[in-house]
């Protein structure tokens, strides 16, 4: 096997998180509740909100009978320390979390900021610093303030992109020579299957359903749509001149760029690839070549909305797009034109497809396919010629340590090493790759399910579903192993 000196000296490894599911202290230091504190995973069907008749507005209303793990999360908050020590501790040079933008604007609509939430993130990032890793800093990972939702209707509103620009000038100023490099928008493009939580949107003026606060009206979704193009342009403009040394990246779901037709039926093909444009490359498009394509155009007329666009917006699409691209790839799907697509977290669900080898345990069984990985790279590449970054790839897994208090999470090694041989791969096809972030690389919350269960860490917490647990950490059998990966800059992946 060709292995020698395939990845770059530069290469940034590490693990990735989000805010929302590790740091807990969910109204603490002024913050104030965010869309994910009212949810039990993005994938749940009901969030706890409820229409209040006499105000004629959304408010919080928790289910007294469900368990919010997020709202204590693994308690990163007031334990990061010895978190990024557990990660320096596999060499990480790199380490990707969200700022909640609820902890600087806690109702996303104030002028100042709160101090408070700024000196977290300041000691947070001097503490990154101090061990060696790059920040990865996500602006917004499914982290909208609830009011800005309740009270505009979140992304639906053109109100929304001055309350954005206020949150980036405030952190980008604050941060400026610490953190270099911004992800805007995590997985936006999944706009189009869950508005609410990926996009920050609410349908809050009539009509719209009172009974189901997660049913977001097409006008509002495609309004949703061009405000947050116009926020990501503003995000780059913004960004580089605060500080010319920034890079701004936007973040994009890019397992369903490796949506395989399910049989060479030219239907099946046709139905394939226009799951990639409408899953990926409608946002892909404008926030790396500034255009708006023309099937959203056509998606629009048919529809029958017209959402609200300047030609100054224009402009700023066009002129300010991203420097890199970054993306999260757990598996690939299929498209049969004889099947409904179903989704979730980890992309499209179609056919199951019969090459795959593997496939991950009960109950998620997400398909493994790592060969994936190379023809997302190959393709993002081809089509921007930007740097890439994954930031996001993993396997979660149900895991309980056994007799000795050991896990040996081999399953999860494998997972790693043959999508990094892949990796390597798509290396060698000449495509740029700025680094591999390992997703979950300490247990956290689950973003689809809302769960504990769902186990990625290279480190254990003890925390369950039901909210008990001491949130002591341990390190995991992969913890080792992917130590030696790093150390060897990716060229021993032997199990
Ligand atoms: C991505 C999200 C992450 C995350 C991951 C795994 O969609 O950006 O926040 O958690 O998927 O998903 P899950 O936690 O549902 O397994």
Not at 10 to 21: E, I, L
Not at 216 to 244: C, F, M, R
Not at 402 to 429: C, P, W
Not at 433 to 454: C, F, H, N, Q
Request: with cysteine; aromatic share 14%; charged share 25%.
């Amino acid at each position: 096997m060709e292995n020698n000196k395939v990845f770059p000296d530069n290469f940034f490894w590490g693990g990735a998180v989000a805010a929302n599911q590790c740091e807990g202290a969910w109204l603490e230091d002024g913050k104030e509740p965010n869309i994910t504190d009212v949810m039990v995973g993005i994938n749940a069907k009901t969030a706890g909100l409820k229409f209040n008749e006499e105000t004629g507005k959304w408010e919080m209303a928790l289910d007294p009978e469900k368990i919010y793990l997020s709202h204590e999360g693994i308690d990163f908050y007031h334990r990061y320390k010895e978190d990024l020590a557990l990660m320096k501790g596999m060499g990480f040079n790199c380490f990707r979390t969200s700022i909640a933008w609820g902890r600087i604007f806690p109702n996303g609509d104030e002028t100042e900021p709160n101090e408070a939430g700024l000196k977290f993130y300041d000691d947070l990032f001097d503490e990154m610093l101090r061990l060696g890793m790059e920040p990865v800093i996500t602006l917004s990972h499914y982290e909208t303030p609830l009011h800005l939702m309740t009270e505009y209707g979140g992304w639906a509103s053109k109100k929304m992109i001055d309350f954005w620009k206020n949150y980036v000038t405030a952190v980008f100023e604050r941060y400026k020579g610490k953190v270099h490099y911004w992800l805007t928008f995590n997985e936006v493009n999944n706009l189009y299957r869950r508005p609410v939580v990926s996009a920050g949107v609410m349908s809050v003026d009539p009509p719209f359903d009172k009974n189901d606060p997660l049913k977001v009206s097409k006008e509002d979704n495609w309004q949703a749509y061009v405000n947050i193009l116009v926020g990501n342009a503003w995000t780059v403009k913004i960004g580089h001149e605060i500080d010319p040394e920034n890079k701004i990246g936007c973040m994009l779901t890019s397992s369903c760029i490796a949506t395989y037709a399910y049989t060479c039926d030219p239907k099946d093909a046709w139905g394939a690839y226009n799951i990639q444009r409408i899953s990926n490359y409608y946002f892909g498009d404008p926030f790396c070549l500034g255009m708006i394509p023309g099937y959203v155009k056509r998606m629009w007329r048919e529809e029958g909305v017209q959402p609200e666009v300047s030609e100054e917006e224009l402009k700023l699409i066009k002129d300010y797009t991203v420097d890199f691209f970054s993306f999260s790839y757990y598996r690939s799907g299929t498209f049969s034109s004889e099947v409904e697509n179903a989704f979730d977290t980890g992309g499209i669900k179609g056919k199951d497809n019969p090459y795959l080898k593997a496939v991950s345990p009960e109950p998620w069984k997400w398909p493994v396919d790592p060969e994936g990985i190379r023809y997302v790279l190959n393709v993002l590449y081809d089509r921007y010629h930007l740097p890439l970054f994954i930031v996001e790839n993993g396997i979660g897994l149900d895991e309980q340590p056994d007799a000795n208090g050991e896990i040996d999470d081999e399953f999860r090694k494998t997972y790693i090493r043959d999508h990094l041989l892949q990796v390597r791969e798509a290396l060698l096809d000449g495509v740029e790759v700025m680094g591999y972030l390992y997703w979950g690389p300490i247990d956290i919350v689950s973003a689809g399910t809302g769960e504990m269960r769902k186990r990625y860490g290279f480190v254990y917490v003890d925390r369950y579903n039901d909210g008990t647990g001491t949130l002591e950490r341990s390190k995991k059998n992969s913890y080792d192993w992917f130590k030696k990966v790093i150390e060897s800059n990716g060229e021993d992946l032997e199990i």
